[in-house]
């Protein structure tokens, strides 16, 4: 899907843009997978030797092309024998049939939200940051257990009302796991004159036509050390009673299981810790 995301942009808009995207959560950690792109205002021209700015984003446009990429996408996995279908469309056994049934999301609403743009380029790196690095659920809204049901609290962004919801743990467990990304799953990816294979060439012609002078060119490495200082004011490594700096020396594990095993096993739907 994010390529699509990319193609959706770039179909209507011939210039190259820089696209982030997330898979995210709801606040009642059901799974509702989701994209975040954000993009630059502005882009390369067809033939990368001017910087066209202050592009306008059409909104309906924006989601017609979604819509239409996101089911040709799905025709065509179908085509190929790639698409696994749930039990009660197992009916649907040609492509016929398949693209008669996709037909019908051609009149479903399909929601595209545009936010305004916004150079404050900390609080966009911080919004997309709390769904990277922060856990499916605070620890704080956690309110009750009793050993066999979780109590929390969520916010319902249609009311605005702070509700409550009780789960059995495992319930409670599998909705947290299931946010678990799939092993070499990548979070971020970049598009436009910002991938991988364009990037060495592309950005120093932005840079110029931007005349952007002071950029960083190398990637600056702060440990999990300082990035703790940074945000929560206290050294991690700093001994609360002494006052001096503690070393790591070992690490003490299960002998019988390695937490690799432990996670995999949690991850397709087995809780032997709790047994």
């Given at each position: 899907?994010?390529?699509?995301?990319?193609?959706?942009?770039?179909?209507?808009?011939?210039?190259?843009?820089?696209?982030?995207?997330?898979?995210?959560?709801?606040?009642?950690?059901?799974?509702?997978?989701?994209?975040?792109?954000?993009?630059?205002?502005?882009?390369?021209?067809?033939?990368?030797?001017?910087?066209?700015?202050?592009?306008?984003?059409?909104?309906?446009?924006?989601?017609?092309?979604?819509?239409?990429?996101?089911?040709?996408?799905?025709?065509?996995?179908?085509?190929?024998?790639?698409?696994?279908?749930?039990?009660?469309?197992?009916?649907?056994?040609?492509?016929?049939?398949?693209?008669?049934?996709?037909?019908?999301?051609?009149?479903?609403?399909?929601?595209?939200?545009?936010?305004?743009?916004?150079?404050?380029?900390?609080?966009?790196?911080?919004?997309?940051?709390?769904?990277?690095?922060?856990?499916?659920?605070?620890?704080?809204?956690?309110?009750?257990?009793?050993?066999?049901?979780?109590?929390?609290?969520?916010?319902?962004?249609?009311?605005?009302?702070?509700?409550?919801?009780?789960?059995?743990?495992?319930?409670?467990?599998?909705?947290?796991?299931?946010?678990?990304?799939?092993?070499?799953?990548?979070?971020?990816?970049?598009?436009?004159?910002?991938?991988?294979?364009?990037?060495?060439?592309?950005?120093?012609?932005?840079y110029k036509l931007l005349n952007m002078k002071n950029v960083i060119t190398k990637k600056?490495?702060?440990?999990?050390?300082?990035?703790?200082?940074?945000?929560?004011?206290?050294?991690?490594?700093?001994?609360?009673?002494?006052?001096?700096?503690?070393?790591?020396?070992?690490?003490?594990?299960?002998?019988?299981?390695?937490?690799?095993?432990?996670?995999?096993?949690?991850?397709?739907?087995?809780?032997?810790?709790?047994?």
């Amino acid at each position: 899907l994010p390529p699509r995301v990319c193609d959706s942009v770039l179909d209507w808009w011939l210039t190259f843009a820089q696209t982030r995207l997330a898979l995210v959560r709801t606040n009642t950690l059901s799974r509702r997978s989701h994209i975040h792109l954000s993009t630059t205002a502005g882009g390369l021209s067809l033939y990368n030797d001017s910087w066209i700015d202050k592009v306008y984003f059409y909104h309906q446009s924006l989601k017609d092309t979604w819509r239409y990429k996101v089911i040709d996408l799905l025709r065509k996995e179908f085509k190929s024998d790639s698409l696994k279908l749930p039990h009660h469309l197992k009916h649907i056994t040609t492509s016929t049939l398949f693209n008669s049934w996709t037909s019908q999301f051609y009149n479903t609403p399909w929601v595209v939200h545009l936010n305004r743009q916004s150079n404050n380029m900390k609080a966009n790196v911080t919004y997309l940051g709390k769904y990277l690095k922060r856990p499916p659920i605070g620890e704080t809204r956690i309110k009750h257990y009793d050993g066999k049901t979780v109590t929390y609290e969520y916010l319902d962004h249609y009311t605005g009302i702070t509700e409550t919801m009780s789960l059995p743990v495992l319930e409670f467990i599998s909705r947290l796991i299931q946010h678990i990304p799939d092993t070499h799953f990548r979070m971020i990816r970049y598009y436009g004159f910002l991938s991988t294979r364009r990037r060495g060439t592309l950005l120093p012609k932005v840079y110029k036509l931007l005349n952007m002078k002071n950029v960083i060119t190398k990637k600056v490495y702060i440990s999990w050390r300082n990035m703790i200082q940074a945000t929560y004011y206290y050294n991690p490594l700093q001994c609360s009673r002494y006052r001096s700096t503690m070393i790591l020396v070992s690490t003490i594990l299960n002998r019988q299981y390695s937490l690799t095993d432990r996670h995999e096993e949690i991850a397709h739907g087995h809780f032997p810790l709790l047994n």
